[in-house]
Structures are given as C-alpha cells and as structure tokens.
C-alpha cells in the first residue's frame, strides 16, 4: 500500500505552522473513508472538519448522511451536513450535482476558516474520468492540487486529491483489513450514469496529468482587473485570462480558444470576444471584461444590507459598512464620481472603464473602488476586494501550497 505517496502530497500542500481547519468532503464511502482516517492520523493539532454532502437524490440519502456524521465523529473529526436543496435539473444531473457539490463544500470549508478542501478522488477516477470523455463527457482529469472548480462559492478555496496514486480496490483491501466498513451509493452502478458504465467496463489506468505549462514569463492585472500577456502565452494560460478577467466560469470552447490563440501568434492587430472577455491585441493581449456582454447575468446590480458581503460580476468581493449599498457599473455614470475621481480615470484603459463596479451607499457618495482603493471610508468600514489577480495566480500555478494569512 503506498500510503507514504498519500503523507507526501499532504506534506507538500499543506502549511504545517498553520492552525486553520482542514476541511474533507466525507461520503461515507470506502474512498472519503480512508482519507479522513489519513488526514485526522497527520494533521496534529489541526481540528479536521468532515462535510457531508447530500445531494437529496436517493431514497436513503438522510440516513447516510447521519451514519456519515455519526463515523466521523467517532473517528475524532467535526461533522457539518450539507443539502443540495431545490428543484434537480431532468437533463444534465450528473454535472449540475457536481457542481452544486462543490459550491456547498466550497463554502462551508470558507465559512470554517478552511482554504483547502481535501477530496478523495483516486486512480481508478481518473481512469474513469478519461473513458467518460473518450464518449463526450465534458468531465475533467482530477489533479492533485488545483483551484476549486467553481465560481465565485470557490474564490479562495483550493482543492487536494491526495489519493490519485491509489486505485480503489488497494484502498477497500486497506480498509478491510482495518475491519472498516463503509457505505455503497447506488448511483455508482446505476448505468443510467455515465461513469457508473466507465466503472462497470472496468476502464483501464491512465497516465499521470501532464505537467502543466509554467506560468507566463510576464504579465500584470491593473486596478480595474484587465489582464495583459504576451502575444506568445500558452492556451491555458490565455482561457484562464479571459475567465478571470470576465469573473466567469465555464471555460471557453477548444476550438473558439485554438482561433484565438492562433491569431495572437500570428501578429495580428484585432479585437474578439470570448467566455464574456474582450481580447485587444496590440503589442500584447489586453484581457478585460466584455461590458456589453450581459447574457451570463454579469454587471447586475448588486444590493448589499449592513454588513452584508457579494461577490459582484465574479470580480469584485464587496462588503457593506455601516449603511447598505448598491454596486452597479460605472458605464454611462461617469458623471456621478467626484472631480478627483473623474480624473483618475485616465489611467485605466478605457475600454476596461464600462466594466468597472459604482459603489453607492445609501444617502452617500458613489465611488469606485479601482479607483479609490479598498476601504469604502465614507461608507461606515465597508470594503472592496478585487478577485482577479488571487484567482489568475491560482489559475496560472503560482499558489502550490496552503497559505493562511
């Protein structure tokens, strides 16, 4: 059993001066089982927090998700259950479960005090993931370490797959052996499902990810979160861009993104839009968001109660102060900023200028945070986090361990 290459990638990612909860996503399942007996074995003063997801799609599902809480309790861990409530989609379940999985576990392990989510995903997923996609599934390659999936319930959260090393039956025959026992989800060999029929053929181990391009030689985020890279950065790198740029989720499609790529390299002088960004090439690419674009419900109004925080546009966290507030885009509001504030406009690239948030407290003074900075003074100690620059580091692998701050 090679439970050593487990230790070593917790060892690797994981900030060991950090006191921070170590957030797990717990099924109940042998795979989630073997890791939350890894985790709460190496985590030494860490408190280790299991989440439970149910998704509300099984007849038994509440009574597994209190025999999960009631294991991981046992086991020494703190327990939080989770419900994918809400109306379930007839076309596409599969995908829409994931997500609404991800986003509930994202934002439980935030509210914990966790940046990163630890997930028992193993070889044989990966092998199974590979013979989805080989018939259409859109379904990703698990890596060890990436940036959560989902946006913006993911901002700040970063997920670890351990087990990649494992296949599942190692890990049943550990367990067994440890006289553990664990529970069994239908929906594994229900065939309607697509990876419950990749399970069930028995697909074949697949090679470790390709190593990832190393990040752009240069690039810079500006004030209002527009994006440049050279004309010669890699395709990843470029989709990664225009989503976080865009504050947006679902990446581009491969063939839109290969024409872009493939006119940025070859010099041409253009303007596109792509994934809800707008591409300037010029000598580089300027990556901003698309203002006109507002088919993904972006650049909605925005309204905050006291002390309230939203992410607004998938780019700027913003918390309200003593007074609630509205954010909206500066498009066509110009006008309503103070004179100094007209005047610093100059310095941002007019085209990212539409895109950028309003921010009007109640009975006060509209102001721009890309302008003014993140402390919303006049608005009782509310403040503005720009998201772009976080996310596109994380993107790009230039954040490989937890830090906690």
Not at 98 to 110: I, S
Not at 343 to 352: E, H
């Amino acid at each position: 059993m090679r439970l050593a290459e487990v230790q070593a990638a917790l060892d690797r990612r994981l900030d060991r001066a950090s006191t921070a909860p170590i957030a797990v996503g717990f099924s109940g399942g042998g795979d989630s089982l073997f890791l939350l007996k890894t985790v709460l074995a190496s985590a030494r003063e860490r408190p280790v927090l299991a989440l439970t997801v149910d998704h509300q799609l099984q007849a038994d599902s509440a009574r597994w998700t209190v025999e999960a809480l009631a294991k991981a309790r046992a086991l020494g861990a703190e327990a939080l259950a989770l419900s994918w409530i809400g109306d379930k989609p007839r076309a596409g379940l599969p995908a829409a479960a994931r997500r609404a999985r991800h986003a509930l576990l994202a934002t439980a392990a935030r509210a914990a005090g966790a940046r990163v989510l630890i997930l028992g995903h193993t070889a044989s997923d990966r092998a199974e993931s590979a013979a989805m996609r080989a018939e259409g599934s859109t379904v990703s390659d698990p890596r060890e370490w990436a940036p959560s999936p989902v946006w913006p319930e993911g901002r700040d959260m970063f997920v670890l797959r351990p087990m990649l090393s494992l296949t599942r039956d190692e890990i049943r025959a550990a367990l067994a052996q440890a006289g553990e026992t664990w529970l069994d989800d239908p929906a594994n060999v229900d065939p309607r499902y697509a990876r419950a029929r990749a399970r069930a053929a028995g697909a074949a181990e697949v090679a470790a990810p390709a190593a990832r391009s190393p990040p752009p030689p240069s690039f810079a985020v500006d004030a209002a979160g527009a994006i440049r890279l050279p004309r010669e950065a890699a395709a990843a790198h470029l989709a990664a861009a225009l989503l976080c740029a865009a504050g947006t989720e679902r990446p581009p499609r491969g063939e839109r993104l290969a024409r872009l790529v493939a006119r940025a390299r070859a010099g041409e002088t253009f303007t596109a839009t792509l994934a809800g960004a707008r591409v300037e090439a010029g000598a580089e690419l300027l990556i901003l968001r698309d203002a006109g674009e507002t088919a993904r419900g972006g650049l909605a109004p925005l309204d905050l109660a006291p002390g309230e925080t939203g992410v607004w546009d998938g780019r700027w966290e913003i918390t309200a102060g003593a007074r609630p507030l509205r954010v909206e885009p500066l498009k066509s509001r110009a006008g309503a900023l103070a004179p100094a504030d007209r005047a610093r406009l100059s310095a941002i690239a007019a085209p990212a200028r539409p895109a950028m948030p309003l921010i009007t407290p109640e009975g006060g003074v509209p102001r721009c945070p890309a302008l003014d900075g993140p402390v919303l003074a006049e608005e009782g100690g509310g403040r503005a986090r720009l998201l772009v620059l976080d996310r596109f580091e994380a993107a790009i692998g230039l954040r490989d361990q937890e830090t906690v701050t």
